[in-house]
């Protein structure tokens, strides 16, 4: 029998690693679950020697003063020389690292060996620019192979990158350059996009015109030909300095604690957080996962994750996953619909694709494209499918493992977040049985507990989720802000860090992720702070206050809604609506412009002043209001809901 939980019916449908699969998987048994069960560090700290080269031992796994981790301390590495040099050394240099697909159909195969020599010329480019261990660059780029060029060049010399993800607008440029003062953007003319060029370059001339004024330099690679303004001091092409580039560029061992990069994610406040992480730990949960997860086999399999580089997922399962691991990748550039709605599919059959990680947001999308998509491709490759992001729901959770899958290939639905940096809660694919919408639970070492309002553990039944122990991958904090990072993820609950969502236990201890239970939405798999839209809507000179709710959609998961109140003399119009909207565009970047703006007369609030955000997601939802009795003014529920129903009519 199926219950509902949340918006989820659960299963109780099962599937069992395939006996032929698990017969060879790198894992089939409890027995990294009991190591780790019985001495967590000293799991850790084997799975560190095993999978990680190092330039001298570490003495101590953990050192945890809470809420601030060492891991491996004492240990000294060289990220990139366990992305690249063993691999070369120990004779696979010429092992594709990856099968590069651009969007109009250009290919490039790079081994692992030469992108060795391009991070190494790179790296050196970095140095003749006066950059040091310490230093922090920002990367804005599309998905060309100079973007892990540009990652791994950074980490081989110890500057730290930011990227930001090509989507952000020209103001989430300057706030995030200017909270790392970055010294240095790395970018392109532009990215190929639904057959057009998508610029990059003007928005990063934007972000300079008003600010950000710790970038000495740019450096462009050339992409599409687009022939972007190039202002003489500040902007070097990536050819150019690439051309007299030094190839030898030997790897500096770093401390396991060296900062390796900082990634931006949205957070309950207006002010994204710069996430950081550092070296040793995370490498070595990033590694451990994806041959766990995924079970990787470098020899054979042809590996491919589907995001972008600019979210952690493309991060730690794009670049330093993978590559630590010697697998062969996919990389594509554009659009799963350019030139046709068969691009994955067609992918998949010409590489002889292996693994396949994506998002539910995407799987709903290729379901409403129909099944005759993949039906038309030989998918026979695939031995392992992942997804990532956000909840998935049953229904796309079979459809992926009847379309996709061909009904055997394990599917592994892997929670985690940018703060946690690798994989947290999955399936084992030659250990678990699965079932469809539940991620069923943690790796071996990793401690999740769900609790209640008061900090209790919820041994069955809903919770929040929170992680009971440190892990080696997770962030060390928020850049240039411990108190926000300790008020953040380790105040809620004492000695636990909580992270946001909410889930439930099931009686057979199925873990299943119900979303986030704060101010996040989460827009086919992006976490979008609904106070940084709300601030975005009321930095335009027409609106006077403003409120932003998750509202459910098909394909997204969730849609952004803007319920905004007009200043004195405006008068409501569509057009006013879509400019609106399109400020939000402009300030945050395309993936936060809200799917609706809603124009109101007022906004129903508590008797204490606070936005009834559950009644406005009703309206957007267009379901029943609930009790509206504890509003101002309960005319107003009525005259929204009128407004929402005229703009669904538009
Ligand atoms: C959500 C992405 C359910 C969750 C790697 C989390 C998920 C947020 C899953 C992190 C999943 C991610 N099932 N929800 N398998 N994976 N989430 O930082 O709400 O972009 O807190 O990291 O995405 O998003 P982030």
């Known amino acids: 029998m199926s219950e509902t939980i949340g918006v989820f019916e659960v299963e109780d449908r099962t599937f069992p690693p395939p006996a032929d699969f698990a017969a060879k998987a790198n894992t089939s048994d409890r027995s990294l679950y009991d190591e780790a069960e019985?001495?967590?560090?000293?799991?850790?700290?084997?799975?560190?020697?095993?999978?990680?080269?190092?330039?001298?031992?570490?003495e101590k796994t953990l050192e945890w003063d809470l809420p601030f981790a060492k891991w491996f301390v004492g240990g000294e590495l060289n990220i990139t020389s366990n992305c690249l040099d063993r691999h070369v050394e120990a004779g696979r240099g010429d092992k594709v690292a990856y099968h590069w697909e651009g969007e109009p159909g250009d290919t490039v195969t790079i081994t692992y060996a030469e992108l060795l020599t391009e991070v190494c010329k790179f790296a050196n480019v970095l140095r003749g620019q006066g950059l040091e261990k310490g230093d922090r660059v920002a990367i804005y780029m599309p998905m060309i192979l100079e973007l892990p060029i540009a990652m791994l060049a950074c980490a081989r010399i110890g500057v730290a990158h930011s990227v930001i993800f090509g989507g952000f607008s020209a103001d989430a440029i300057v706030d995030r350059c200017d909270d790392a003062e970055a010294r240095m953007i790395i970018t392109a003319d532009a990215g190929w996009r639904r057959g057009q060029p998508a610029l990059l370059k003007p928005t990063v001339d934007a972000a300079l015109e008003t600010g950000?004024?710790?970038?000495?330099?740019?450096?462009?690679?050339?992409?599409?030909?687009?022939n972007p303004d190039m202002r003489d001091g500040r902007d070097l092409w990536w050819h150019d300095v690439m051309a007299t580039a030094s190839p030898d560029c030997p790897a500096e061992p770093m401390d396991a604690e060296q900062l390796l990069y900082i990634l931006y994610t949205s957070g309950t406040t207006a002010k994204p957080k710069g996430i950081m992480h550092t070296t040793g730990g995370y490498l070595t949960q990033v590694a451990f996962t994806h041959k766990y997860s995924f079970d990787i086999k470098p020899e054979t399999d042809v590996y491919w994750c589907a995001a972008d580089i600019g979210w952690v997922t493309g991060h730690s399962y794009i670049v330093y996953g993978p590559l630590a691991n010697g697998v062969t990748s996919v990389m594509y550039e554009g659009t799963p619909d350019t030139p046709g709605k068969d691009r994955l599919w067609d992918i998949i059959e010409r590489y002889g694709v292996t693994q396949l990680y994506t998002a539910p947001t995407a799987i709903r999308m290729f379901m409403k494209w129909g099944a005759q998509e993949p039906a038309g491709h030989d998918l026979s490759t695939l031995r392992v499918l992942g997804t990532v992001g956000e909840p998935i729901n049953p229904e796309a959770w079979m459809w992926y493992h009847e379309h996709i899958g061909g009904n055997g290939t394990p599917i592994v639905d892997t929670w985690w977040q940018t703060e946690?940096?690798?994989?947290?809660?999955t399936p084992l694919p030659g250990v678990t049985t699965t079932k469809p919408g539940s991620a069923c639970h943690t790796i071996p070492g990793v401690f999740a507990e769900l609790v209640d309002d008061d900090g209790n553990v919820v041994e069955s039944g809903g919770g929040y989720l929170t992680i009971a122990r440190p892990w080696p991958s997770m962030l060390r904090g928020i850049w240039g802000d411990p108190e926000r990072y300790?008020?953040?993820?380790?105040s809620r609950f004492e000695g636990r860090y909580f992270a946001g969502d909410g889930a439930k236990l099931d009686d057979d201890g199925y873990l299943w992720l119900l979303g986030r239970v704060d101010d996040v939405m989460n827009v086919s798999g992006h976490r979008i702070s609904t106070t940084?839209?709300?601030s975005a809507l009321v930095d335009h000179e027409a609106v006077a206050e403003a409120a932003v709710?998750?509202?459910t959609d098909d394909v997204t998961g969730q849609a952004i809604i803007g319920y905004v109140i007009l200043r004195g003399t405006h008068e409501p119009s569509i057009e006013l609506g879509n400019e609106i909207r399109e400020h939000v565009g402009v300030k945050l970047g395309k993936i936060a412009r809200p799917k609706t703006v809603i124009i109101v007369p007022d906004l129903p609030k508590t008797r204490s002043g606070k936005?009834?955000?559950?009644?406005?997601?009703?309206?957007?939802?267009g379901r029943e209001l609930g009790d509206t009795t504890t509003l101002a003014d309960p005319g107003v529920v009525d005259e929204i809901a009128t407004r929402a129903a005229e703009d669904d009519d538009d």
């Open 549 to 551: 709710v998750g509202g």
């Open 611 to 621: 936005i009834m955000r559950r009644l406005l997601r009703d309206v957007a939802d």
């Open 212 to 226: 950000a004024p710790s970038v000495e330099k740019v450096i462009v690679a050339n992409r599409c030909d687009t």
């Open 486 to 490: 300790r008020d953040t993820y380790w």
């Open 38 to 58: 019985a001495d967590y560090e000293a799991f850790w700290a084997r799975q560190a020697r095993e999978l990680v080269t190092w330039s001298k031992d570490f």
């Open 420 to 425: 946690t940096g690798g994989h947290m809660i």
């Open 532 to 534: 940084e839209v709300e």
